[in-house]
C-alpha cells in the first residue's frame, strides 16, 4: 500500500491550494478515505473524510465550507480542496486510509505534505 501526497505549499491567507493524494497497492474504490493535518505542538486532528463511492462525507467543524474532500476512483486519487485558507490550518497534512471518524480506524499513512499558511 502506497499513498502519496502532493500539492502543499506556501500561501497567504485567504487563498487557496488543493492537495492529492495517489493510491496504490489496494483497490481504492472499495476503502473509505481521509485527510488527517498536525500542527506543531498539537494532536493529529480529523480534516475530511470520504467514503468509498463518495457519495458521503465528513469535516471538521474548523473547515466546513471551506474546504472539499473528493476523490477519483479511475485515477485512484484523493483531493482536498482548501479555500480561504487561515494562519491556524497551517499543518502537515496526512492522506490516511480509513478513518472515516478517527485515526483509530486508519490502517495506512501517506508521508504528509505541508501546508503553511502566512501573510
Known amino acids: 500500500v502506497q499513498l502519496v501526497e502532493s500539492g502543499g505549499g506556501m500561501v497567504q491567507p485567504g487563498e487557496s491550494l488543493r492537495l492529492s493524494c495517489v493510491a496504490s497497492?489496494?483497490?481504492?474504490?472499495?476503502?473509505?478515505m481521509s485527510w488527517y493535518r498536525q500542527a506543531p505542538g498539537k494532536e493529529r486532528e480529523l480534516v475530511a473524510a470520504?467514503?468509498?463511492?463518495?457519495?458521503?462525507?465528513n469535516y471538521a467543524d474548523s473547515v466546513k465550507g471551506r474546504f472539499t474532500i473528493s476523490r477519483d476512483n479511475a485515477k485512484n486519487t484523493l483531493y482536498l480542496k482548501m479555500n480561504s485558507l487561515k494562519p491556524e490550518d497551517t499543518a502537515l497534512y496526512y492522506c490516511?486510509?480509513?478513518?472515516?471518524?478517527?485515526?483509530?480506524?486508519?490502517?495506512?499513512w501517506g508521508q504528509g505534505t505541508q501546508v503553511t499558511v502566512s501573510s
Open positions: 470520504i467514503t468509498n463511492a463518495g457519495a458521503n462525507t
Open positions: 497497492g489496494f483497490t481504492f474504490s472499495s476503502y473509505f
Open positions: 490516511a486510509r480509513g478513518g472515516y471518524y478517527s485515526d483509530y480506524e486508519v490502517d495506512y
